[in-house]
């Protein structure tokens, strides 16, 4: 725990000097501005410090040796894989990645094939939050505090697919569609849940907020409390192996990331003319969050649901630092910055001191180093 402490603090400091809002030299030409073609100092600094960044997160989750819920699960499953003699509930794509590493490295030699994902899974995220985030170091803590990263130890796919979802956004703010629906579409083939996101990223980008359109909040929730089962039967298609399982197919109701929902929200409402009203970035993450709030209390009886709310709630690592930014009052930043650092460092506390329960098992930390 006092090492996951230790490295965050590490990262968080590095992430300190990393400047999102730095403009690259400008020439005009004709009237438009131009790109130079070398980096600045400043850009420089940047990769450099993100490449420490990196490296810390890469080799913690790539040395780790049964840290994560489904460690060892996933480690008689790519055997499973290999045979092809037993039924996978994993999409074609992730099958295809553990035949190619096997075919490499050989059939059970697993802990490479860990080590790639985890490669891929540290590089998207931290290049989503360096392109898309107005302040890279309160949105990096963000993440850290909220386990995304630590999380990443299990659920490898889906937590892989959820990086490359903040890599995809880049693209959505530049309505550069095509890209944004191929990197989705890509990474269906690890996770099929995420197909999800182009519907509601789509909306929460399209949708503005007034007086004609506020109806469509209370709508929303009683559909999705009155049309529980043609949902269920519709999510089933999809993940039939879902239904009736006594794990999986259960209520899901979550105080706390309701209560986090919840925070952001009045957060953002609070400053939303100065902060959120007419920047097309804070609008489509207030969205995402108010989503993630309707599901969370109307839909507890989604399987998985958290697997859903999770590309809606990583909105709340960019939102939080674009409203924060942005007041105008030095004070009363400086106060509501400090309240939402205590707070989040609250909950990482208690994140990490759960870790140890065999639902998370991110706690007590071995590496393949010293076994």
Request: hydrophobic letters at 55%; aromatic letters at 22%; glycine letters at 4%.
């Amino acid at each position: 725990m006092v090492m996951y402490i230790f490295l965050t603090a590490v990262c968080a400091a590095l992430a300190f000097f990393v400047n999102t809002s730095y403009r690259r030299e400008q020439n005009i030409v004709a009237g438009k501005p131009v790109l130079t073609a070398l980096p600045t100092r400043q850009e420089t600094i940047n990769r450099c410090l993100l490449v420490g960044i990196f490296l810390v997160l890469f080799f913690l989750s790539a040395m780790r040796y049964g840290i994560g819920n489904d460690y060892w699960t996933y480690r008689y499953e790519f055997i499973d894989i290999h045979r092809a003699d037993t039924k996978i509930s994993f999409e074609i794509g992730f099958q295809l990645f553990v035949r190619l590493m096997q075919a490499i490295v050989g059939v059970d030699n697993y802990i490479p094939i860990f080590a790639v994902i985890s490669f891929f899974t540290c590089l998207f995220f931290l290049k989503g939050l360096y392109d898309t985030s107005d302040w890279f170091v309160l949105s990096f803590f963000l993440f850290m505090a909220n386990g995304f990263y630590f999380m990443s130890f299990s659920n490898v796919r889906y937590y892989f697919v959820l990086g490359l979802v903040m890599y995809s956004m880049k693209y959505l703010f530049k309505k550069d569609f095509v890209k944004f629906c191929l990197i989705i579409v890509f990474a269906a083939f690890f996770h099929l849940t995420v197909l999800l996101v182009i519907p509601a990223y789509f909306v929460a980008y399209y949708l503005k907020w007034s007086k004609k359109t506020v109806w469509m909040i209370p709508v929303a929730a009683a559909i999705l409390i009155f049309a529980k089962y043609p949902i269920r039967k519709l999510l089933f298609v999809f993940y039939p192996y879902y239904e009736g399982d006594a794990i999986l197919d259960v209520t899901n109701f979550s105080w706390v990331n309701i209560a986090k929902c919840a925070a952001v929200l009045i957060l953002c409402l609070i400053f939303y003319k100065s902060a959120v009203k007419g920047n097309a970035k804070a609008e489509f993450f207030f969205n995402l969050n108010l989503f993630a709030l309707i599901l969370y209390t109307c839909a507890t009886y989604v399987p998985e649901l958290s697997r859903v709310c999770y590309y809606l709630i990583i909105s709340q690592v960019f939102i939080i630092p674009i409203v924060i930014k942005n007041i105008a009052n030095k004070i009363v930043r400086r106060i509501f910055l400090a309240g939402v650092i205590l707070s989040f460092f609250a909950y990482f506390l208690i994140f990490l001191k759960q870790g140890y329960d065999p639902v998370i098992q991110i706690l007590p930390y071995f590496s393949w180093v010293f076994i």
